[in-house]
């Protein structure tokens, strides 16, 4: 299994970016798929997750409104498409996949991890 993310890069605060994440080696349908980050010398954090058909979202509430999940299963990827970003989005985020569902905020249950794609805001 693997899971491939790319799409970031450095930005102005206020710009924004798409990151995507493609995955093989499994039946990606079958996969709630979330996104975490994880800032210089600080914890792993949740940002958001979609279910399995994309009918639903969840996000972290320092990202509601700025910060949209989809996915499309017949290409077998997930995006993260981030509007309006601040220098504290500034991390390495990463894309996941959880075969139970039950993962959702909780990183350590997530199946499949990404390599993680950088993001720099500036100010």
């Known amino acids: 299994v693997q899971l491939q993310a790319s799409g970031g890069g450095l930005v102005q605060a206020g710009g924004s970016l798409r990151l995507a994440c493609v995955a093989s080696?499994?039946?990606?349908?079958?996969?709630?798929l979330g996104w975490f980050r994880q800032a210089p010398g600080k914890e792993r954090e949740f940002v958001a997750y979609i279910s399995w058909s994309g009918n639903s979202a969840v996000y972290t509430d320092s990202v509601k409104g700025r910060f949209t999940i989809s996915r499309d299963n017949a290409k077998n990827t997930v995006y993260l498409q981030m509007s309006n970003l601040k220098p504290e989005d500034t991390a390495v985020y990463s894309c996941?996949?959880?075969?139970?569902?039950?993962?959702?905020?909780?990183?350590?249950?997530?199946?499949?991890w990404g390599q993680g794609t950088q993001v720099t805001v500036s100010s």
């Open positions: 080696g499994l039946q990606f349908n079958d996969y709630v």
């Open positions: 996941a996949a959880d075969r139970s569902g039950i993962g959702r905020h909780t990183a350590k249950l997530y199946n499949f």
